[in-house]
């Protein structure tokens, strides 16, 4: 089996600090977090900004900061999120881009969100994997339910997305679909040849489906975004924790943890570059 390739969803934009005491809020946090997750094993860090109210933000100045910041320290792959939060507009989410980072997500299609609905309509959807396309920057396709793989293929056959297509799978939320070990069967087995994917199981699940992904030969995303506890009732110290853990649990399992250059190999980072 390759490397695996974990993914550390730092920030999130739903989190708050009642919930989570040490989530990272401020530019200069979310850089620390982030590198201290790297130093713990991640690959990836999975962006996302908040104000200085610690509400979910797109500004292309605080993800801008954000980016640099890391660049600076380390060679982890920045992946900014397109997502933003509930109720944000295409043109406000768009703006993460702006900083040019190595990947950024592409949600293929809209999905029930806890009480809200996260908005991801066919037009936005293009828009979004054109520009990612024409700037240079890899998409990672988040998938909160089965079609939005089939829609995902419809991209790829338009040439929006080139292959080799990487795909992660969010398990959990409420109104997406559930985290249960054989959807995410089935949902690998419906992945052209060559793709390569990740599981972010949420709150509980992460720990669980993230061990199934490191069994199925796929990658795992952890972090605060997804799941503040550590086990039940009992927080996280930090994102850095729950990256160690999952790293941990990859070597008693003869899977060798993937540094972020052997993650630009295994997703052809470097076939996207505008020179
Ligand atoms: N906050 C969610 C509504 C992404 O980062 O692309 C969307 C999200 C997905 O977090
Ligand atoms: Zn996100």
Aim: charged letters at 20%; proline letters at 4%; a negative charge.
């Amino acid at each position: 089996m390759q490397p695996v390739i974990i993914t550390a969803a730092i920030v999130g934009a739903e989190v708050t600090r009642e919930q989570q005491p040490r989530l990272p809020i401020s530019p200069q946090q979310i850089i620390e977090a982030a590198v201290e997750s790297y130093q713990a094993g991640a690959a990836i860090i999975h962006i996302h900004v908040r104000d200085e109210h610690g509400k979910a933000s797109q500004d292309a100045a605080l993800f801008r900061e954000v980016v640099e910041g890391i660049r600076a320290r380390c060679d982890v792959i920045t992946q900014v999120s397109t997502g933003g939060a509930i109720g944000m507009s295409a043109q406000e989410r768009l703006q993460s881009v702006e900083c040019r980072p190595d990947m950024a997500t592409l949600t293929t299609g809209t999905v029930n969100f806890g009480d809200g609905v996260f908005m991801n309509d066919l037009s936005l959807v293009e828009t979004f994997a054109r520009r990612l396309r024409d700037d240079g920057i890899v998409p990672e396709v988040e998938i909160f339910d089965v079609g939005m793989i089939d829609t995902a293929l419809r991209l790829r056959t338009a040439g929006l997305i080139t292959d080799p297509v990487h795909f992660d799978f969010v398990m959990g939320v409420p109104g997406g679909i559930g985290a249960d070990p054989a959807h995410l069967v089935h949902m690998v087995r419906s992945l052209p040849p060559g793709s390569t994917w990740s599981v972010a199981g949420i709150g509980r699940h992460q720990l669980t489906l993230g061990v199934m992904a490191l069994a199925m030969g796929g990658n795992v995303r952890v972090g605060f975004e997804d799941n503040i506890y550590y086990r039940k009732g009992v927080l996280a110290q930090s994102n850095a924790e729950l990256v160690a853990r999952i790293a941990r649990i990859a070597a008693e399992l003869d899977r060798a943890v993937a540094t972020p250059a052997q993650a630009r190999e295994i997703l052809h980072l470097e076939r996207y570059k505008i020179q």
